[in-house]
């Protein structure tokens, strides 16, 4: 059974970036397609960014357009998350998802545990 495994969370100021990572331990991502999401306390979760498989097509969400984002590296094994330009209201946990499609609202076949992520000054 694949599990995810994402890494990079931390504090940081408003106005920092950090760098997230999903990986699969034993497993590629390559054939996957990858969504990240967040959820903030008492708060539903949402939608991040995704990357397709087959041609890493990438999506951000409203939240993130034009300070994150999505790519894959190490063969197409991991994919990160760049969270650039970083606002309070961003702090939450963020999970990765991996299913055969893009979708933000269709559930994901496999989830990580989630890395916290806290903007604070």
């Known amino acids: 059974q694949m599990q995810l495994a994402e890494s990079g969370g931390g504090l940081v100021q408003p106005g920092g970036s950090l760098i997230l990572s999903c990986a699969a331990p034993g497993f590629s991502l390559e054939k996957y397609a990858v969504g990240w999401f967040r959820q903030a306390p008492g708060k539903d979760r949402e939608a991040v960014a995704c990357i397709e498989s087959d041609d890493d097509m990438t999506y951000i969400s409203n939240v993130g357009k034009g300070r994150f984002i999505i790519s894959r590296y190490n063969a197409k094994s991991t994919v990160t998350l760049h969270l650039n330009y970083l606002k309070l209201e961003d702090t939450a946990v963020y999970y990765c998802?991996?299913?055969?499609?893009?979708?933000?609202?269709?559930?994901?076949?496999?989830w990580g545990q989630g890395v916290q992520v806290t903007v604070s000054s």
């Open positions: 998802a991996a299913d055969r499609l893009c979708s933000w609202s269709r559930d994901y076949e496999y």
